[in-house]
T-cell receptor, first 112, second 113 residues
Framework: DTAVSQTPKYLVTQMGNDKSIKCEQN?????MYWYKQDSKKFLKIMFS???????INETVPNRFSPKSPDKAHLNLHINSLELGDSAVYFC???????????FGSGTRLTVV | AQSVTQLGSHVSVSEGALVLLRCNYS??????LFWYVQYPNQGLQLLLKYTTGATLVKGINGFEAEFKKSETSFHLTKPSAHMSDAAEYFC???????????FGAGTRLTVKP
């Protein structure tokens, strides 16, 4: 039973399209996150939500819009996809910062 | 703001040799420090963490790390490398109620037979 699950695992799409990545956690955690990992493996936080409320919004183009329908779900919608959006996107969740984050297995987005 | 610097983007060791992956942090508040491992095409898995208390922490797969406040370091070690240890390793820093964990650039560990 996967703790943090993301769908889809792979996503190939054309420039200009709109796409969504879904994330669900069954750990009962209050906080969820989106991270972007680029081709050099660098991980950058994009958003964090606590109990459906946005608490961190890093410098991310407004083409990226997170949506949290409930505290177990945090979806990422991306408008007008660009080549530079190609990356692996990771969802994560946590209950207390001191316990660390639990990561999903990632969504590899390729924009062509 | 908190940050982490990992020294060495690539470390190569022989099987059975000591593994040492270096991490230095910057934080204006007491830090929480973490090491994660990422195997190819997988997510990040928590190896170990330091929050408070004992400065030498042990994790999974025989890894351990020591928090040294005076050196602002949290280096990861393993006495004897195994082929299965080959992966990307990330050091990360956060703090109480932060909800904003920051990662280092990662160190790729290669283990030679």
């Amino acid at each position: 039973d996967t703790a943090v699950s993301q769908t889809p695992k792979y996503l190939v799409t054309q420039m200009g399209n709109d796409k969504s990545i879904k994330c669900e956690q069954n750990l009962g955690h209050d906080t969820m996150y989106w991270y972007k990992q680029d081709s050099k493996k660098f991980l950058k936080i994009m958003f964090s939500y606590n109990n459906k409320e946005l608490i961190i919004n890093e410098t991310v183009p407004n083409r990226f819009s997170p949506k949290s329908p409930d505290k177990a779900h945090l979806n990422l919608h991306i408008n007008s996809l660009e080549l530079g959006d190609s990356a692996v996107y990771f969802c994560a969740s946590s209950q207390r910062e001191r316990e660390g984050y639990t990561f999903g297995s990632g969504t590899r987005l390729t924009v062509v | 703001a908190q940050s982490v610097t990992q020294l060495g983007s690539h470390v190569s060791v022989s099987e059975g040799a000591l593994v040492l992956l270096r991490c230095n942090y910057s934080s204006s508040v007491p830090p929480y420090l973490f090491w994660y491992v990422q195997y190819p095409n997988q997510g990040l898995q928590l190896l170990l963490k330091y929050t408070t208390g004992a400065t030498l922490v042990k994790g999974i797969n025989g890894f351990e790390a020591e928090f040294k406040k005076s050196e602002t370091s949290f280096h990861l070690t393993k006495p004897s490398a195994h082929m299965s240890d080959a992966a990307e390793y990330f050091c990360a820093v956060s703090s109480y109620n932060n909800n904003d964990m920051r990662f280092g650039a990662g160190t790729r560990l290669t283990v030679k037979p």
